[in-house]
């Protein structure tokens, strides 16, 4: 079974440019998260989907960070402009729709971001 | 803010027993807790999880306390690959019918040969 599939695997910007991660969950998995994790600590949610309608989006910085889930299979993650302060691994996750009891995320390798 | 508490880091020699604590004194009923592990420059990989009653699979053991407000991750025969970082999360209630994952900082496990 596949994965989740992320890319690209490296980014180097510099600030106030834009950016955009692609994702692609497990199949059949209805749930896709992203999340940001900063050197040294533990990753934080930025947004929660479920199928292409979003759940949960409280984390994210909504005046520069955008993430879009058509079809309820892909989803794109975008920055614009970016700041220095957004240099972090971005990771995507998928889980099944179901009870808690089932609720085990599948993380992919992440992108990692460097704004100069 | 992650419901759960870990020591930063601890150390195991390759080939004993790792056993990783975990705190969640705040824990409701219905809360399960959830074990993951970060190899350096990987995503996050799922080990185990549980409501109450210890659970094993093939990768380790999970202890919960008869109160549920502690729990013990146990890596039965460490081996080098198992060096990580490990959380321990309690997914807290969030949007309706939802929970929310919150990672913590989690534990620094080095196996040493």
């Known amino acids: 079974e596949a994965g989740v599939a992320q890319s690209p695997r490296y980014k180097i910007i510099e600030k106030r440019q834009s950016v955009a991660f692609w994702c692609n969950p497990i199949?059949?998995?209805?749930?896709l998260y992203w999340y940001q994790q900063i050197l040294g600590q533990g990753p934080k949610l930025l947004i929660q989907?479920?199928?292409?309608?979003?759940?949960?989006d409280s984390q994210l910085p909504k005046d520069r960070f955008s993430a879009e889930r058509l079809k309820g299979v892909d989803s794109t993650l975008k920055i614009q402009p970016a700041k220095l302060e957004d240099s972090a691994v971005y990771l995507c996750?998928?889980?099944?729709?179901?009870?808690?009891?089932?609720?085990?995320?599948?993380f992919g390798a992440g992108t990692r971001l460097s704004v100069l | 803010d992650a419901k759960t508490t870990q020591p930063p880091s601890m150390d195991c020699a390759e080939g004993r027993a790792a056993n990783l604590p975990c705190n969640h004194s705040?824990?409701?009923?219905?809360?399960?807790v959830y074990w993951y592990r970060q190899i350096h420059s990987q995503g996050p990989q799922y080990i185990i999880h549980?409501?109450?009653n210890n659970e094993t699979n093939e990768m380790a053991s999970l202890i919960i306390t008869e109160d549920r407000k502690s729990s013990t991750l146990i890596l039965p025969h460490a081996t080098l690959r198992d060096t990580a970082v490990y959380y321990c999360?309690?997914?807290?209630?969030?949007?309706?019918?939802?929970?929310?994952?919150?990672f913590g900082a989690g534990t620094r496990l080095f196996v040493k040969a």
């Open positions: 199949s059949g998995h209805a749930t």
């Open positions: 705040t824990i409701s009923g219905n809360e399960y």
């Open positions: 999360i309690v997914r807290v209630a969030a949007f309706a019918g939802g929970f929310k994952t919150i």
């Open positions: 989907f479920q199928n292409n309608g979003v759940v949960d």
């Open positions: 549980g409501l109450k």
């Open positions: 996750a998928s889980s099944l729709l179901g009870l808690e009891a089932k609720n085990i995320q599948y």
